[in-house]
């Protein structure tokens, strides 16, 4: 493409100034790279809810530790 050379070219009708833009705003906002989605903080309610140690490690005497209380 050239600099001279148009980026939209209409080929039938006779669109209005207000058509052109919101066409040029679709394409536009289409083009644009989407943003990655920011990770949802867990709440420190859940986090409670829920703590780190609370998973059985594997090993010698795991089957004994995981039925006595924590």
């Given at each position: 493409?050239?600099?001279?050379?148009?980026?939209?070219?209409?080929?039938?009708?006779?669109?209005?100034?207000?058509?052109?833009?919101?066409?040029?705003?679709?394409?536009?906002?289409?083009?644009?790279?989407?943003?990655?989605?920011?990770?949802?903080?867990?709440?420190?309610?859940?986090r409670?809810?829920?703590?780190?140690?609370?998973?059985?490690?594997?090993?010698?005497?795991?089957?004994?530790?995981?039925?006595?209380?924590?």
């Amino acid at each position: 493409m050239s600099a001279e050379e148009p980026l939209l070219r209409v080929t039938r009708g006779v669109p209005t100034a207000e058509e052109l833009a919101a066409l040029v705003g679709a394409v536009v906002t289409r083009t644009r790279p989407v943003a990655a989605a920011e990770p949802v903080a867990t709440s420190g309610w859940a986090r409670s809810g829920r703590p780190a140690a609370a998973t059985p490690a594997a090993g010698p005497g795991a089957w004994r530790a995981s039925g006595l209380p924590r």
